[in-house]
């Protein structure tokens, strides 16, 4: 690849960390596309959002934002930043501006991820403690990555990386698909965010969308070929 080849940046969502991304990176660098994969987090919408800004615009020369889950929001309104180039959308929310993550999936029925979510308290410095979840580790396995061995999903259930409850309710301040172009990967057997969820938000954006059949919320992780080959889609399209 050539050296306007933009960066990929990788961003985790809720209940997982950049190592999800382990067989995507590779892939990627197996094509010689440089990656990124920064931490994400999980404190909020709006903060999480200008950090994952601050990463893009550090970077020399065009960024592509590839966002997972939850991480879909934030490139939503990161991708704003001046440099990046193009959107990647992975099992991901795909949020319009001024909507919240709770608004969009309340267009839908609830996914079973609803009823395993696990409270716990943070503390926040000059305020009150604030609430936290993450998945009951029984239920992980089934609704974040069926299609993934057990013995993976048993560590992945117990290093999870939990996520501000207000971030559901916090709203998107930009809609950067309105000015990028964007692709999708659609988990078509998602139990964490609903494929109809994922493909409304895709399709809502424009976007040119890849659906996975039988793929989990992990879809990542299950088949980092198939996602890798989406975002090479975009680097080509907007080197």
């Known amino acids: 690849m050539s050296t306007s080849t933009p960066t990929v940046v990788l961003i985790h969502g809720a209940f997982a960390d950049a190592a999800s991304w382990t067989g995507v990176i590779a892939e990627l660098q197996k094509e010689g596309v440089p990656v990124v994969a920064p931490p994400n987090p999980l404190r909020g919408l709006a903060s999480d959002a200008a950090y994952i800004a ?25 991708g704003v930043t001046e440099n990046v180039v193009g959107l990647v959308y992975v099992a991901a929310y795909v949020l319009e501006e001024g909507e ?62 939990p996520l501000a409850a207000s971030a559901f309710t916090e709203t998107a301040a930009a809609a950067a698909w309105k000015t990028k172009p964007s692709w999708a990967v659609v988990a078509g057997a998602d139990q964490a965010i609903d494929a109809e969820v994922q493909l409304f938000g895709a399709k809502r954006a424009g976007a040119t969308v890849v659906e996975i059949e039988g793929a989990s919320h992990a879809v990542a992780v299950s088949q980092p070929k198939k996602t890798a080959d989406v975002i090479l889609d975009a680097v080509r399209a907007t080197s």
């Open 54 to 78: 601050s990463v893009a615009a550090q970077i020399d020369g065009p960024v592509v934002l590839v966002g997972h889950s939850y991480g879909g929001a934030l490139i939503t309104v990161a």
């Open 100 to 161: 919240s993550l709770g608004e969009l999936q309340g267009r839908f029925p609830d996914s079973p991820l609803v009823s395993n979510l696990r409270q716990a308290m943070y503390p926040v410095e000059g305020a009150d403690p604030a609430v936290e979840v993450t998945i009951t580790p029984e239920a992980f396995p089934a609704i974040f990555a069926a299609d993934v061995p057990e013995a993976v999903t048993k560590v992945l259930a117990v290093a999870q990386r």
